[in-house]
């Protein structure tokens, strides 16, 4: 059987982990390419839907990636983001899904090996947690 | 139905080494609504931007996904490419297959895979793409000028020339800053007040300036082009039209030489009413609440010696808080920085003896107009020192205090040497620690090389312990270069502190919605090619604020940053972003959650129809209220929840 592959959602913030992403690249720092970036401008925009959504058409993780505390370039954006990650996480939890799918993280722009660090943390963690069940169930 | 052309750009060999740029191409051309796909080597060329145009004209397109290197770095490269082509700019979607793809994987497989998931989900949003217009605001043409330093005061000028009126807003009653606290300055050894003192008066007198001293920033709203600012007036309990600036008053006042005097360092006494220094301008006097008896108490022996004393009747002990109202277009923030206060260093010994000085205090002995009258005198005996050492990066370079190099102190110090020997003679014995001299400025290098030639004991390395002797100070060095331990025996010790940012920064950055940097400096937008801007727009930094600098990096900066500033002044409009919030009217039913959630108070209600709208010149397009919005009323524009779930769908 060919090896489990996760596919990987990310909502990055233009102005810190986008960037911060472009960064990995411009630096060759190499990471897994099951990250596929819809670039937001702050992970404050980061619907509830948005991750509903990409979990229910089967991504097997989603990651929010926005400026650090304190940082957001919209002052205060990625607070918004990590109080509606954690509903987000309670829905999830309450259809009995697994909400360690939905990934928050603070990173820079200056920051490209922490966004490859990332990248690697979720496909191991999610390699470990197997393919998303909801995809497979739309399969049958 | 939309007619979209996907680009798709080799960027030499980046993306086509890894991507199979042909694959993608015929894959994206099989794409629904997608017309026609082309691989061009390089899409941002001027042969690459014609085919662009070319073919959007051919195939009579609406809309283009161009697929190449970050949107952050040709988006608007290829926005104007597309207008140019007869389309919408904001019809225009970027693929980023470079930085997020080719350079990041090398599996050939596994990276093209991944760049078609992209460009699947950008013809998507692509095909939804609406078209917007460019609104415009008109910019109010005066500058608002923040700090009275030297940065301050060349922006202030700068601006002042090119025609625009300047509020020049300081906090303490003269302008001049840490410069004018100065005696000499490196490495041409000018006498700070020489160089410093006609730019002063030059703004004192500018028909263009309004001078705004003991005063402070409020608040700030608006933006870029239009920004309202509440500026507080301390009362100066004096009437500036009056004041002649005699300082018979000073003279006069029973608390004469019993006040600090925060000008000296607090080496010398002022009054309660004080001139800070004898350039300063406004050349007025000021009374300090905190130490006028009459203020204090409601009297003053059998009246206020000052007002009889005062001639031209200009002491006003009824003078109220004020606050003032200004319109501005754009900001230079030069608000500079603080030293840092040594006494939290035990070892340096700078709170256990009064010979222990850093070099502002320093500076304040060896000018003329200082509290010695220039003479280099020991603070404990007023005795002349018969050996003096410098001790460098006091907290800088220092993990445990900052982490930064202050930039200025080994020139500082090494400057002090030359005056030293100036005015004490080769009698004197000098001792430098250091930890690496950096002298990496114009002409640093040479005078570096010709303080070393005179006289002096260098050290490399930082002491363990400044103690207290009966007859002086001893200090314990080793020094790495020798790899001795030597026990020295001083008079004087002269510490060169690490330059941090100010105690009120974060306050102060809130109040203007700047960012700082981890060490507490303010942020400029990027740290190489946008140094005086921030992530305001119309609001710029210059000088010490942003970090630590010399005058010259500091005048250079201040230029840079009043003449972006003036870029915004000149025009009559600015064209506002479109990709903002919009709320459909039909939809809302006006529970004012966006008018919560809205960082930049860019959200209202409005009172008569319940239905919140969007002020534009205010709104940044951060999308908050869009997420916030539970009856999906509000829209980013060019970010729709349409399009995004679209994208999902699209990527997976």
């Known amino acids: 059987m060919e090896e489990f592959e996760p596919k990987i959602v990310g909502f990055l913030c233009n102005w810190c982990t986008y960037a911060g992403a472009d960064l990995a690249g411009t630096s060759r720092i190499q990471y897994p390419p099951n990250i596929r970036v819809i670039r937001l401008m702050c992970s404050g925009s980061v619907d509830s839907i948005y991750i509903m959504k990409a979990i229910l058409e089967g991504a097997d993780a989603v990651l929010i990636g926005g400026c650090h505390p304190g940082d957001c370039h919209y002052l205060n954006g990625n607070y918004k983001a990590r109080r509606k990650i954690v509903l987000v996480k309670n829905i999830l939890e309450t259809l009995g899904m697994e909400k360690e799918r939905i990934w928050i993280r603070w990173i820079s722009a200056s920051e490209g090996q922490k966004f490859a660090d990332t990248v690697r943390e979720i496909v191991e963690e999610t390699k470990k947690l197997g393919p998303n069940p909801v995809a497979q169930r739309w399969n049958i | 139905m939309s007619r979209v052309g996907v680009f798709i750009c080799h960027c030499g060999v980046n993306i086509a ?207 870029i082009g239009n920004y309202k600012v509440k500026v507080r007036k301390k009362p100066r309990y004096v009437d500036v039209e009056k004041c002649t600036g005699c300082t018979d008053c000073v003279n006069a006042c029973r608390m004469k030489g019993k006040v600090p005097d925060e000008f000296n360092m607090k080496l010398g006494n002022r009054s309660a009413i004080y001139m800070p220094f004898p350039q300063a301008i406004p050349l007025k006097c000021t009374i300090d609440p905190n130490s006028c008896i009459y203020l204090r108490t409601g009297k003053c022996g059998k009246g206020p010696l000052c007002v009889e004393a005062c001639e031209a009747g200009a002491i006003d002990f009824k003078q109220k808080e004020e606050i003032v109202d200004i319109n501005v277009g754009s900001i230079v923030v030069a608000t500079g920085y603080d030293l840092l206060d040594p006494s939290s260093l035990y070892e340096y010994g700078y709170s256990r003896s009064k010979d222990v000085i850093t070099t502002l205090e320093l500076e304040r002995l060896i000018s003329p107009s200082g509290p010695t009258g220039g003479e280099i005198l020991l603070p404990s005996s007023g005795e002349k020192p018969e050996s003096v050492t410098f001790i460098l990066c006091v907290g800088s370079r220092d993990e445990t205090q900052c982490s930064w190099c202050c930039r200025v102190g080994c020139m500082s110090a090494l400057k002090h040497i030359h005056l030293l020997r100036e005015h004490l003679g080769t009698g004197v014995e000098i001792n430098l620690f250091y930890t690496d001299i950096r002298s990496f400025g114009k002409g640093y290098e040479e005078f570096y090389r010709s303080t070393r030639a005179k006289e002096v004991n260098f050290f490399r390395g930082r002491p363990s312990e400044v103690r207290c002797v009966s007859d002086g100070l001893k200090i314990d060095i080793f020094d790495t270069i020798t790899g001795k331990l030597f026990e020295i025996k001083t008079g004087m010790v002269v510490l060169v502190p690490a330059l941090v940012p100010r105690a009120d920064s974060e306050e102060f950055a809130r109040i203007m919605n700047l960012t700082r940097s981890r060490d507490g400096f303010f942020l400029e937008a990027h740290p190489k090619l946008r140094p005086v801007d921030t992530c305001v727009n119309g609001i710029f ?48 039913v006006g529970c004012g959650i966006c008018v919560e959630v809205c960082p930049y108070s860019a959200r209202i209600l409005n009172e008569v129809t319940r239905i919140a709208e969007v002020d534009e010149a205010l709104c940044t397009g951060c999308g908050a209220c869009v997420s916030a919005c539970p009856s999906n009323a509000s829209v980013h524009k060019s970010f729709t929840k349409q399009q995004i779930i679209q994208m999902v769908d699209s990527i997976i």
């Open chain 2, 17 to 223: 080494s890894v991507v199979n740029v042909e694959g993608l191409t015929e894959f994206a051309s099989g794409l629904d609504g997608v017309i026609i796909a082309k691989d061009y080597k390089y899409m941002c060329s001027d042969v690459g931007a014609q085919l662009i145009k070319d073919t959007i004209k051919e195939y009579n397109l609406d809309g283009v996904v161009i697929a190449s290197c970050s949107p952050r770095m040709h988006e608007h490269t290829f926005r104007v490419v597309a207008e140019d082509g007869g389309i919408n700019p904001f019809r225009v979607e970027i693929v980023n297959i470079r930085e997020q793809c080719s350079w990041a994987h090398d599996d050939r497989d596994k990276a093209t895979k991944k760049a078609k998931l992209l460009v699947n989900a950008a013809v998507a949003k692509a095909l939804l793409l609406e078209p917007l217009e460019k609104s415009k605001t008109p910019v109010v043409h005066n500058a608002l000028v923040i700090g009275g330093g030297i940065a301050g005061i060349q922006a202030s000028l700068d601006l002042a020339d090119d025609g625009f009126k300047v509020y020049l807003v300081e906090k303490e009653p003269s302008i001049g800053g840490r410069m004018s606290q100065l005696d000499k300055t490196f490495p041409t050894l000018d006498c700070s007040s020489c160089i410093l003192t006609p730019k002063m008066m030059e703004v004192g007198n500018h028909r263009n300036i309004e001078l705004m001293t003991y005063c402070e920033i409020v608040s700030v709203e608006g933006s």
């Open chain 2, 541 to 588: 930094i210059a000088g010490c604020c942003q970090g630590p600098k010399d005058i010259a990096d500091t005048v250079s900066q201040a230029s840079g940053a009043a003449s972006k500033a003036a870029a915004i002044l000149s025009k009559d409009e600015l064209e506002n972003d479109p990709m903002i919030a919009w709320v459909d009217p039909v939809i809302c």
